[in-house]
């Protein structure tokens, strides 16, 4: 069992930055694939971002440019790092981790384990 606690959201202008963090507990997930995806009032929750345990990264189209995946096996932990945002970022960010066997996927149905989300609000 893994559970993901999201951290760093808030309000920001836009143009502006954030840094959220997806901390894992329950087992060392430096070998698996860690997913963020968002949510937006009334919207399917989408894909935003992955990474593989080797560092291999996959982006929306609508973030690449602007949004960095990183981790930190040591510490257990992942980060989205947020700059120039827009109002139409605004969503609930939640992380993920694969159900595996997979390399990376931007698919829902691939990440097993959820955290509870963290806000993020841009204004305009």
């Known amino acids: 069992q893994v559970q993901l606690v999201e951290a760093g959201g808030g309000l920001v202008q836009a143009g502006g930055s954030l840094r959220l963090s997806c901390v894992a507990s329950?087992?060392?997930?430096?070998?698996?694939?860690v997913g963020w995806f968002r949510q937006a009032p009334g919207k399917e929750r989408e894909f935003v971002a992955a990474i593989t345990g080797s560092a291999y990264t996959l982006y929306a189209d609508s973030v690449k440019g602007r949004f960095t995946i990183s981790r930190d096996n040591a510490k257990n932990t992942v980060y989205l790092q947020m700059i120039s945002l827009k109002p139409e970022d605004t969503a609930v960010y939640f992380c993920?981790?694969?159900?595996?066997?997979?390399?990376?996927?931007?698919?829902?149905?691939?990440?097993?384990?959820w955290g509870q989300g963290t806000q993020v609000t841009v204004s305009s």
């Open positions: 993920a981790v694969d159900r595996g066997p997979i390399f990376i996927s931007h698919l829902k149905q691939d990440y097993e384990y």
């Open positions: 329950g087992r060392t997930f430096s070998s698996d694939v």
